[in-house]
């Protein structure tokens, strides 16, 4: 603690005493100017600190792709298990109103991934 007289010298603690409310009396004197002065410091447990939220930076993560960025597309995806073909005549059956499970069992894939076939938000280069 820096001296409020002098503002040049630090107080050292010279008497430190702790009372039964959990409060420390503290007798403090400065080394430059000599001033003394007496200190009383309440504990207070229930204090709840504040939380840091911490919030995102717009953009992409690290070490994430962004989606359709240097992409391969439909079969040049080596992950892909669908032909241009097989999607074509899966939204042509789902018109007629073949079921999507029944679909998604047939060409092996996820009824979710039928889905958004079928709405066009998979596969949206295909006519």
């Not at 007289?5 to 039964?20: A, F, S, V, Y």
């Not at 911490?54 to 597309?73: M, T």
């Not at 439909?74 to 241009?84: D, F, H, K, R, W």
Request: positive net charge.
């Amino acid at each position: 603690m820096i001296c409020p007289e002098c503002d040049g010298g630090k107080l050292r603690t010279l008497e430190t005493r702790q009372h039964e409310d959990n409060s420390v009396f503290r007798r403090k004197a400065c080394d430059a100017c000599g001033l003394q002065v007496r200190t009383l410091e309440v504990v207070q447990e229930d204090v709840k600190r504040p939380v840091r939220q911490w919030k995102r930076k717009p953009g992409p993560r690290k070490g994430k792709k962004q989606p359709g960025v240097n992409r391969a597309l439909g079969e040049a995806n080596a992950a892909s298990v669908l032909t241009v073909r097989d999607v074509k005549r899966l939204r042509q059956l789902a018109a007629k109103g073949v079921l999507q499970k029944t679909l998604a069992v047939q060409y092996g894939i996820a009824p979710g991934t039928v889905r958004r076939i079928v709405r066009r938000e998979l596969w949206a280069h295909v006519v």
